[in-house]
């Protein structure tokens, strides 16, 4: 006996292609839905990498890596132009 899951209830990862418009259509987008989303993305996160009985350097290298990721997308207009220069 199998049952179905409603749509609005499946996780992203178990929403097929064919059903992703429809799945999307249904998130909450006002402020408070997003807001609720990074909230849980958080809690999420932190209890998965941060709030651990043996912790290790994974959680925080991975900010890390994301706060230089973010820092080189930002600033690639300008690092490839002066890089254009020294290289002509």
Known sequence: TSFSVP???KKLLEVKLGELPSWILMRD???KGIAGAFQRGYYRYYNKYINVK???IAGLSMVLAAY???NYCR???ELSESLLGWFA
């Open 7 to 9: 749509l609005k209830d």
């Open 29 to 31: 987008f006002t402020p």
């Open 54 to 56: 043996k912790g290790s």
């Open 68 to 70: 230089v990721l973010f």
């Open 75 to 77: 600033s690639y207009k």
